[in-house]
């Protein structure tokens, strides 16, 4: 059994099948598939069951998971702390980051780490709470930036806590408005993240709470392309108070949300608790911290 035979498994089993997984690994279908195959005369067991165009795990391809994504993760922090006896002269950070605030907050973090510490390797992935927390917990990502998480799975380091505006149509009744509730808002409907993104979660649950289900006029994973869907006059998008002030445009109002404070966008950066951390894993967070006490 060889590391690359279980990266090849893991990488099916979560990708959802051995094309994605292919173009993940860089490699071809047919390497990863033999792979697998491999792994599995290895272990002298079926580790996937294959019904049509669905893949689904045996009771030992679970075992191997489970056991196969500690082993990767035990691997990389023996490198990684190899790696640290470098004194940052090399290394490599796998950071998440949310789509969300990517240019407002974190484009000028990243590239001042990048500045700072041009010999370390940045893996970036962008994507969702939901997405990032995963990468996290499967040892994908060391860090992420994530909604504050309440799982005991993680440790997390505060990064920020922003209210939310409401981008509007300018001729929306509201528009004039220096506040709006959500209760206002339930005729207009309503632009959504994606599913991965948890402040869906907070809106739809804070939605209810204020009596009714909101109508959902959209969905996507890109900021400015709900701000110009609202342009065009198909909805609202709430949005932190950050990044909405940035997207303010010709046919776009800002209007400040005015709810209770649970309802609100707190970013922290996560970790899998009790893992080690990298000296490029501890610079970042101490450039975090030192942005946000600047």
């Known amino acids: 059994m060889e590391f690359k035979q ?4 893991i990488e099916v089993v979560h990708r959802g099948g051995f094309t994605q ?23 002298g067991q079926p580790l996937l069951e294959r019904q049509g165009s669905q893949l689904h795990l045996t009771a030992a391809g679970r075992i191997v998971l489970e056991r196969g994504e ?6 990389h922090e023996l490198l990684t702390e190899l790696d640290d006896l470098s004194q940052m002269a090399r290394g490599e950070l796998r950071l998440g980051l949310p789509v969300v605030g990517g240019e407002a907050l974190f484009a000028s973090l990243f590239a001042e780490y990048r500045r700072r510490y041009p010999n370390i390797t940045v ?10 927390e995963q990468g996290v917990r499967s040892g994908e990502l060391e860090l992420g930036g994530s909604v504050t998480p309440s799982d005991p799975a993680f440790d997390y380091q505060p990064f920020c806590n922003e209210p939310l505006d409401a981008l509007l149509p300018d001729n929306h009744p509201l528009a004039g408005r220096d506040g709006v509730t959500l209760r206002q808002l339930a005729d207009t409907p309503f632009l959504l993240y994606h ?41 609202v998008v709430l949005l932190p108070s950050v990044v909405a002030r940035g997207l303010e445009r010709d046919g776009v109002v800002r ?3 005015v709810e209770p404070g649970h309802l609100r966008w707190d970013i922290a950066f996560i970790w899998r608790r009790g893992a080690y951390l990298s000296r490029a894993a ?9 942005r946000k006490g600047g």
Not at 6 to 9: D, K, N, V
Not at 21 to 42: C, F, M, P, R, Y
Not at 123 to 132: A, D, N, W
């Open 6 to 9: 279980l990266r090849s498994f």
């Open 21 to 43: 997984a292919a173009h993940t690994l860089h490699i071809s279908q047919s390497a990863v598939s033999k792979q697998v195959a491999q792994l599995e005369e290895d272990l």
């Open 70 to 75: 500690a082993l990767l993760r035990q691997r």
């Open 123 to 132: 893996h970036l992935v962008e994507g969702g709470s939901r997405i990032v």
């Open 195 to 235: 599913r991965s993104f948890m402040l869906n979660d907070k809106l739809l649950s804070a939605c209810e709470q204020a009596g009714f289900t909101p109508k959902e006029g959209g969905r996507s994973g890109q900021a400015d392309f709900l701000t110009a869907l609202v342009a065009a006059g198909q909805g």
């Open 255 to 257: 209007v400040p949300l």
């Open 282 to 290: 501890q610079a970042w967070l101490a450039l975090v911290q030192e």
